[in-house]
């Protein structure tokens, strides 16, 4: 049979108070690579993703408001662009390359991350790694 105990009645035996929590230490030698390309590829082609859609809904405002079609004349006047028709923007055209630069750049930084983890489990062969506190909270 099971008993319910009050806080009030285990203070009025004398029981010590439950503890504050408990903590360790732990050393981190060594970060797996592969795990950090994974990661890394995702994050960085999230990000890709919201700077495009950012850029598109810029691109949109700008042509909504008129600013395109009077940098386009303004360029015009300028001598950019061909004597017929004269400057334009194709938002296609630029939001292809822009897309093939963003994915240019997520294997680019994927690789520079990877790369830095490697570094890492070298450093940490020969210093012995990074020692980190872990606490848990008990309530």
């Not at 008993?3 to 108070?17: F, K, L």
């Not at 950090?36 to 405002?61: G, I, N, Q, R, T």
């Not at 994927?110 to 008990?138: F, H, P, Q, W």
């Amino acid at each position: 049979m099971r008993s319910v105990v009050t806080t009030e009645q285990i203070r009025a035996r004398g029981d010590a108070p439950p503890s504050a929590g408990r903590r360790t230490n732990v050393v981190i030698r060594r970060i797996n690579a592969w795990s950090v390309l994974k990661f890394s590829l995702l994050f960085y082609f999230c990000l890709m993703l919201v700077f495009m859609f950012a850029l598109l809904l810029l691109y949109w405002v700008l042509g909504v408001i008129g600013v395109l079609d009077s940098l386009s004349k303004l360029l015009s006047d300028i001598g950019f662009g061909s004597p017929k028709t004269g400057f334009e923007f194709h938002g296609y055209w630029i939001f292809s390359r822009l897309f093939l630069i963003g994915v240019g750049g997520v294997i680019v930084w994927s690789l520079v991350n990877m790369l830095v983890a490697l570094l890492y489990n070298l450093c940490a062969d020969v210093v012995g790694g990074i020692k980190v506190t872990l606490g848990e909270e008990r309530r």
